[in-house]
Structure formats: structure tokens, C-alpha cells
């Protein structure tokens, strides 16, 4: 382990000197927090002999942060109050932790989120009301906290309708991909997970929306040992030491639920599987509409025609088709000088031909997985 801390740390302070000599003052003071936090590891670990030495060493590494600080020209943006807080933490004798980003409160509702009215009507009885109607819920055994996992094809709309939910009660909101939690070095991706919990802990009242769930939450009988190491922290957080947390609710997301390890979708844990699937008929014309508001049209939109045009598309894929359109709308008016907007026949046109057909392996693989498991 220290020459892996050792190996670590000249890769970090080669790295810091690289972003240097290139005036990134930012990414240098990342590489040298990180080489500062293997130092420190190796002041606590390695040989008693060594420790006066890499002390010194921790200082320089300090002085060369303040020295990025003292370069930078555009102070107090969100990468630089991270990384004082981690210089700080370090010259208190402490360790680097990761801070997740927080959205304080979404300004997104459940009332934003086009038609779904099953999987809201549920929402709202697991999630909302406990915290409108406390005395109601309670008397049905119905608790706050816990969680559940949305799952379907990408561009449905998972993420939007977990930053509604956070909206809607009022909740902080962290939003966390696998790719923020995973790290190389051993022991870290577990230590990043239960930071991310004891963050959420500390809020008043917090969502935790845990993307790509599929990559630490896969099936432990196929994953790598390491992977299985991921899925124990997170299944370890999602217990809790001290019973059933009721300020933090847990939604996972994924396009690939028959990947997850059965154990994390045990009661207690993520208690319900929510299937969202692509939008029908009315869901897709309440997309349309929302589409085009706000944008420059020429001539009537007729939503509904639209609508039963665009089958199999994704609400993603809606709104890419209205902004295509009015790109579009925008050239030709800066070519031509003549005002123009967003015409019902060019978004017709830009409806892909295969519409019905691009989604439906994929469909049909999660809707089976939701006869078996899921609720529709």
C-alpha cells in the first residue's frame, strides 16, 4: 500500500506540474490537493523515519497551492471553494472528502412533468403526502424516507421527474452519476459513497438521485470483486446504522435493471421499481406544446398531429426535434434577413422515419422486466 501511495503521489505532483507549466490553475490545485491527501497517508502509514521529511514535503505542496490561489483571476467559483475547503481540512490535520454538488430546491414540479399520471398518483402517495399529511400517512403505516428505482429507456424523463419530486417537497437535491462515486484507488469509491450519505444526512430534508445505478449496483455474482465491494457500502448506507433515515429519500436510475443485484431492491431499500416508459399519446402532445413555447412560430402548431407522428420517440427526443427546428428557424433568418419561426411541416420533417421502430428491442426487454418485477 505506500508504494501505491508513493506511485500515487508522483503522478498527482507530475500532473499538478503539468496543468502549471500550461496556467491551469484550477486543475493544478486539484492535483495538488490529491497529492497533498497521499502525502498525509503516508505521514500516518509509512516508516517513523520518513514522516519529518514528507512532512516538509506536505508543507511545499501547501505553499504551492496558495501560489495557484494567488495566480487565479476569477475567484470564488464553485471548483475553488471546494478546494479550499480541502486545503483547509489538510492543514487541520484532516482528510480530503468529496463534496457533491446540492440543488438547493429544484424550481421543477411534479406539475411539470407531462402526463405519467399512474407513476405520479404512486409518487405522491409514497413521497409527498407523508410530508403533507403526516397524521393521515402515519395511521397507514405509510413512513417517509426509504426508495425506490426508476427505470426505462434513456431520454424518458427519470431525472427530470426525481428533481420534481425534490421540488415538490421542498428537498435539496443531490444528483450523482456512477462515474462521480468510481475511483481507481482502492477504497476510495466506498469512501465517496458513504460521503455522499453523511452529506445527505446533514440536510434538513434531501433526495439522493443515484443515476447509472446499474454500474456500483450490479449483480454480485457476476460482478468483479471490487464491484462487490461498491454494492456492500452502498447497500450498507442504504440500511443505515441507526434505522430508517426519514430526511433522506433514495432514488436510483437505470436502463438496465436486470443488472442489479437483487438485494438492492429488497423492502426497505428500494421498495418500489417505477417503469417509465415512453409517452403516449397525450404525454407526447403535452411535450409538443411545451416544445414550442417560447419559441418563434410561423403559422399553427397542431400538437396532436405531431403527437401521433412521433410514436416511439422519447420526451429527449421531442425536445431535440423543436430545438433542431428552431436553429434552423434562426439560420435561415440571419441568412435571408426575413423573420421567420417554427413551422409545423418542419418539424414533420425532422421527425426520424423509424420513430416506432428505434426503441422497441430495447422496450420490450424493460417492459418483461416490468410484468416481473416492476410496477407499469
Not at 58 to 65: A, I, P, S
Not at 79 to 86: G, L, M, V, Y
Not at 100 to 106: C, D, G, N
Not at 205 to 222: C, K, N, P, S, T
Amino acid at each position: 500500500m505506500i508504494r501505491h501511495y508513493e506511485e500515487e503521489l508522483s503522478r498527482y505532483l507530475a500532473e499538478a506540474d503539468r496543468a502549471f507549466s500550461q496556467r491551469q490553475w484550477i486543475r493544478a490545485e486539484e492535483f495538488l490537493l490529491l497529492g497533498g491527501e497521499r502525502l498525509e497517508s503516508l505521514i500516518r502509514e509509512g516508516p517513523a523515519e520518513f514522516r519529518p521529511a514528507r512532512a516538509a514535503q506536505l508543507g511545499e505542496v501547501l505553499d504551492l497551492v496558495e501560489e495557484t490561489r494567488d495566480r487565479r483571476t476569477v475567484p470564488n467559483t464553485p471548483q475553488e471553494a471546494k478546494a479550499e475547503k480541502a486545503a483547509a481540512s489538510l492543514r487541520a490535520g484532516g482528510t480530503v472528502e468529496t463534496v457533491f454538488a446540492v440543488e438547493a430546491r429544484p424550481s421543477v414540479t411534479l406539475d411539470d412533468v407531462a402526463g405519467m399520471a399512474p407513476l405520479k398518483a404512486l409518487v405522491r402517495l409514497r413521497l409527498i403526502e407523508p410530508f403533507r399529511s403526516p397524521a393521515i400517512t402515519r395511521k397507514h403505516g405509510i413512513r417517509p424516507g426509504g426508495g425506490f428505482l426508476l427505470y426505462g429507456p434513456p431520454g424518458t424523463g427519470k431525472t427530470l421527474i426525481a428533481r420534481a419530486i425534490a421540488g415538490t417537497i421542498e428537498a435539496a437535491f443531490l444528483s450523482v452519476k456512477a462515474s462521480d462515486l468510481l475511483d481507481s484507488l482502492y477504497g476510495s469509491t466506498e469512501k465517496r459513497i458513504a460521503a455522499l450519505f453523511r452529506q445527505a444526512r446533514a440536510l434538513p430534508l434531501a433526495i439522493v438521485f443515484l443515476d447509472e445505478l446499474d454500474a456500483i449496483g450490479g449483480d454480485r455474482d457476476r460482478a468483479d470483486p471490487h464491484l462487490r465491494r461498491f454494492l456492500t457500502q452502498l447497500l450498507t448506507e442504504l440500511d443505515g446504522f441507526s434505522g430508517r433515515a426519514e430526511n433522506v429519500f433514495v432514488i436510483g436510475a437505470t436502463n438496465r435493471p436486470w443488472l442489479l443485484d437483487p438485494a438492492l431492491l429488497r423492502p426497505g431499500r428500494m421498495d418500489e421499481c417505477l417503469y417509465v416508459g415512453l409517452p403516449d399519446q397525450a404525454s407526447r402532445e403535452a411535450l409538443w406544446a411545451r416544445g414550442v413555447r417560447g419559441r418563434a412560430v410561423a403559422g399553427p402548431i397542431d400538437a396532436a398531429a405531431l403527437a401521433h407522428s412521433s410514436a416511439g420517440l422519447s420526451g429527449a427526443e421531442i425536445q431535440r426535434v423543436c430545438e433542431r427546428a428552431s436553429e434552423d428557424a434562426c439560420q435561415a433568418e440571419l441568412q435571408t434577413g426575413r423573420e421567420t419561426g417554427v413551422s409545423q411541416a418542419a418539424l414533420l420533417a425532422l421527425i426520424p422515419p423509424d420513430a416506432g421502430e428505434k426503441h422497441r428491442a430495447e422496450v420490450e426487454q424493460l417492459e418483461r422486466f416490468s410484468n416481473r418485477c416492476g410496477r407499469p
